[in-house]
């Protein structure tokens, strides 16, 4: 059975940082692209940001320089470490496995980023 367990959200002040942990297990291994992707209500989901095995990322404009996305191959986990976080990255935050037609999604993890 394959799961992605995100954690690591929270209430942040503006300016400040948090680091989200995705923990990957059953059938995803390295050939996965893994990738964060937020929500806003009412808004479509958007991609944050995405890493292939290699190391090789790709990031949203609006995180670029901020945000940080990494893997950890042994452990099957991937990181976002977000800094000089904004109120506009408010959303849950959704880890993604995706290998050719399949996909996997967590469950969520809220970033609420507000003084």
């Known amino acids: 059975q394959v799961q992605l367990v995100e954690s690591g959200g929270g209430l942040v002040q503006p300016g400040g940082s948090l680091r989200l942990s995705c923990a990957a297990s059953?059938?995803?291994?390295?050939?996965?692209?893994m990738g964060w992707y937020r929500q806003d209500p009412g808004k479509q989901r958007e991609l944050v940001a995405t890493?292939?095995?290699?190391?090789?990322?790709n990031y949203a404009d609006s995180v670029k320089g901020r945000f940080t996305i990494s893997r950890d191959n042994a452990k099957n986990t991937v990181y976002l470490q977000m800094n000089t976080l904004k109120p506009e990255d408010t959303a849950v935050y959704y880890c993604?496995?995706?290998?050719?037609?399949?996909?996997?999604w967590g469950q969520g993890t809220q970033v609420t980023v507000s003084s």
């Open positions: 890493i292939i095995s290699s190391g090789s990322t």
């Open positions: 059953g059938s995803i291994d390295i050939r996965y692209t």
């Open positions: 993604n496995a995706a290998y050719r037609l399949t996909t996997y």
